[in-house]
Structure formats: C-alpha cells, structure tokens
C-alpha cells in the first residue's frame, strides 16, 4: 500500500488567496483526519471523518477553513481566503474505525506558507 | 477537556546513554490508547510504541519501552542505548475512541 498521500508537498500562496490541501487515505480505512502543525500548539486536531461524515469539526479554526471528504478515498482542506497565520504544516491521517488499537497513520504533510 | 501535556520542549542525550521523555494527560476515561509517535526531519510520523490503558505492564519495543502510571495519567517513553538516529521531536498521542489528541512534542538531540 501507499500509505496516506497528501498533495501538495509545499504550498506558497499571497494572503487572501484560496488553498486547497489534498489526501487519499490508506485503502480500507474508514477514518480520516486532519491535523496542523505549529511550533507553538503542536499537532492539532482539526477535523474528523467517519465513513466519509464530518464527526468533530470543532478544531477548525475559523469559518475561512471547511474540509470536505466525498468519498472514502479523497478528502479536501480548504482555507479561503488564507492568512499568514495560517502558515503551518498540515497532515492527514487515516484509520480504521473502532480499531482502537491500531494507530493513526499519517501522510508527509503540506507545508504551507502565506505570504 | 482532554489534553496531553509534554513539559519538556526540548531534550538531549549522549549517545549510548539513556533518556526519559514525559507525557501526562486528562482524562475521565476509563479505557484508552496512548501511542509514541517519532517525526525526525523529513517529518514522516512513525508510530514507536503503544500502550492499553487496561493492561499494566508497561509495552517494550527493543530499546523503547514506557512507564504506564494509569492513576497519575502518565505516560513517559524511556530510549536505552541512545542512536544518532533517534534525534528527531517526539509526540505522546491520547486515544479514546477513535480520536487522537496529541502533545506538543519533545524535540530530542542525540549527542555523538
């Protein structure tokens, strides 16, 4: 397997422009989530999905940022419109639901930059 | 609120030596994961142990092992035998359920 694939890998951008993050998640597994990276807070939980089906989106920072997973096999972040703040490395992760001991598994991360 | 807390932003060690990195979290669960997660630079998250609150005896991965105190919710990572290759940051990870709440990380130093 491919494990979970993020696009794009680094992501520049001018403040108020839209960016989209994308991911496919590992094959099979039902959960997916999405985290940002900061040197201040860590891994954050942004958002998450059950069977495609947004659980606990009370991570999402703010109305600029929505996420969006149309099936089990593709997920979007999208941040519109985009501040410097926003600056961050951004993962997703998959899982299989109510496999509790299994871990989450991650993809490689965007990082993304405003400017 | 349930939250994880590594008090120790950053750590270093000898090589060949021994280092301890701690991790406590709030909880009101009774059944629960948590996990040790390793990012080195290409920022990959690699699982490095894990462990079942309901289990007592603390998991061991050869030269990992924790130090599972379910009563004071701590949960501290113990390297042996120090590797350049263990520098990287590492994230305690709390699991109740099927979500996953991470710490701030400690960024770990391997001295040669």
């Known amino acids: 397997d491919a494990g979970v694939i993020q696009s794009p890998r680094h992501e520049v951008t001018e403040m108020g422009q839209e960016v989209t993050l994308r991911c496919k998640p590992i094959s099979g597994h039902n959960s997916l989530f999405w985290y940002r990276q900061t040197m201040m807070r860590g891994l954050e939980l942004l958002i998450y999905f059950n069977n495609n089906v947004p659980i606990d989106d009370s991570g999402m920072p703010e109305d600029r940022f929505s996420a969006k997973m149309p099936n089990a096999s593709f997920s979007t972040l999208k941040i519109q419109p985009s501040e410097p703040r926003d600056s961050a490395v951004y993962f997703c992760a998959s899982r299989v639901q109510g496999a509790v001991r299994t871990e989450a598994f991650f993809g490689q991360g965007t990082r993304l930059t405003v400017v | 609120a349930q939250t994880v807390t590594q008090s120790q932003p950053e750590m270093s060690v000898q090589e060949a030596e021994t280092v301890t990195l701690s991790c406590t979290y709030d909880t009101s669960e009774s059944d629960y994961y948590l996990f040790w997660y390793k990012q080195p630079p290409s920022r990959q998250m690699i699982l490095v142990i894990r462990q079942e609150a309901y289990k007592q005896q603390n998991a061991t991965e050869n030269r990992f092992s924790v130090n599972f105190q379910k009563a004071a919710k701590s949960f501290s990572l113990k390297i042996s035998d120090s590797q350049l290759g263990d520098a990287a940051m590492y994230f305690c990870?709390?699991?109740?359920?099927?979500?996953?709440?991470f710490g701030t990380g400690t960024s770990l130093t391997v001295i040669p």
């Open positions: 990870a709390y699991s109740p359920g099927n979500q996953f709440y």
